[in-house]
């Protein structure tokens, strides 16, 4: 069973920074496409910061402001938030497409989440 585990949330004023992290445990061969998706309050989950293949991809409203990096060997993926707006604040989740095994497809898990709160 594969695990991802994020941390690093918490209350910023507007401006501010934090930074995320998310690591994953278990049975792991491979780990392809990492990212974090949101959630406002209300809201629908929606992408902030994708890492596959070597590229990276980010939503528009977060360009310029927050970067995905990742660390295959410690199994971990970060979300540097910087410049943060209230319109941040929501539910943080860590994605990943992780193989278990040479001939297992890709499966795709899901972190518990973490609450970012950006006050103003």
């Known amino acids: 069973q594969v695990q991802l585990v994020e941390s690093g949330g918490g209350l910023v004023q507007a401006g501010g920074s934090l930074r995320l992290s998310c690591v994953a445990s278990g049975r792991i061969l491979t780990m392809n496409a990492m990212g974090w998706y949101r959630q406002p309050l209300g809201k629908q989950r929606e992408l902030v910061a994708m890492s596959t293949g070597g590229s990276t991809n980010y939503a528009d409203s977060v360009k310029g402001r927050f970067t995905i990096s990742r660390d295959n060997t410690k199994k971990m993926v970060y979300l540097q938030m910087n410049s943060l707006k209230p319109e941040d604040t929501a539910v943080y989740y860590c994605?990943?497409?992780?193989?278990?095994?040479?001939?297992?497809?890709?499966?795709?898990?899901w972190g518990q989440g973490t609450q970012v709160t950006v006050s103003s």
């Open positions: 994605n990943a497409d992780i193989s278990s095994g040479p001939f297992d497809y890709p499966r795709n898990y």
